[in-house]
């Protein structure tokens, strides 16, 4: 049973009108700067791994230190199974006690992404009702890293408000990750620019009762995700600046010292990791709501 129900604490951000941030982290540096940004700004944050993140991570030792972190700080850190390809990737993760499972098959025609959404629904939901399942619809291009080109948003990419009612209804998602023109990565030429379709993120809103969720937050500029959390949207996904500021910073470290002891050399790293998070929860409106 989670300490935090991770459905009521987004609940308690739409009521509020803002958002929680998740971050995704690889290891247990990245993993301390978000924890650590979270206990100064006392907010809720979300801790995202992907399937690779995972795989490096380990199921049961990722889920023990973050119940460690919780435990620690009386703080509502939820453990999210970011972009679950598969219902096995969704459900490994669900039975290894994640607070949040996010189930990615947007890849898929409409009517075998709703399956596999509603299959996984059913099941998180049988193990725990407070286990947070989110879904997605439509597609989202790039790739958590710096992009050298600018990315192309077709039409057919971006979620139709119409589907997505019949999709959120009918799988019974807490939770819809949406595609407004927003994608992964950072392009190198424009490294926050203002690209979302806001009014279709209303028409959205307005057609299911559905959360809404901003994937792809590192390369929006900041007014504009302001005005989608003012536009319904609940959780902001953040990754690529992580990685850009923890790998430079390191690098950076690295460079200029001949310092072998890891505890030594990580601490600039956190602190710079950590920094963009307290920039970002900011932004997003959660300071002083754990």
Not at 38 to 63: H, M, N, Y
Not at 124 to 134: A, F
Not at 198 to 227: N, Q
Request: glycine share 8%; aromatic share 6%; with cysteine.
């Amino acid at each position: 049973m989670t300490i935090f129900s991770s459905v009521e604490v987004l609940k308690r951000a739409r009521l509020g009108r803002y958002a929680v941030g998740q971050f995704n982290v690889s290891d247990n540096e990245q993993l301390r700067a978000v924890v650590e940004a979270a206990v100064k700004l006392k907010s809720p944050v979300i801790l995202g791994t992907s399937e690779g993140e995972r795989k490096f991570w380990g199921l049961k030792q990722v889920t023990a230190l973050v119940a460690a972190w919780r435990e620690q700080t009386g703080l509502p850190i939820i453990l999210n199974a970011d972009h679950s390809k598969s219902f096995g990737a969704a459900k490994e993760a669900c039975d290894a006690g994640y607070d949040a499972i996010h189930i990615d098959a947007s890849e898929k025609l409409f009517e075998e992404n709703l399956r596999i959404t509603k299959q996984i629904v059913e099941y998180v939901k049988s193990k725990n009702p407070d286990i947070l399942v989110e879904g997605e619809l439509g597609y989202l291009p790039g790739s958590s890293a710096l992009l050298k080109e600018a990315v192309e948003i077709k039409p057919g990419y971006l979620t139709d408000p119409s589907a997505a009612a019949q999709f959120s209804k009918e799988t019974g998602i807490d939770t819809l990750a949406v595609s407004i023109g927003n994608f992964h990565g950072i392009t190198v030429a424009e490294e926050a620019s203002e690209h979302l379709d806001l009014d279709r993120l209303v028409e959205i809103r307005k057609a299911t009762s559905a959360m809404l969720v901003l994937h792809g937050g590192s390369g929006i500029a900041a007014r504009e995700v302001r005005s989608a959390i003012a536009r319904g949207i609940v959780k902001v996904n953040i990754n690529t600046e992580l990685r850009v500021a923890y790998v430079g910073t390191l690098e950076k470290t690295l460079a200029e010292s001949d310092e072998t002891t890891p505890y030594k050399i990580w601490p600039e790293a956190i602190e710079a990791v950590a920094k963009v998070v307290e920039e970002k929860l900011h932004l997003f409106g959660s300071v002083e709501k754990a």
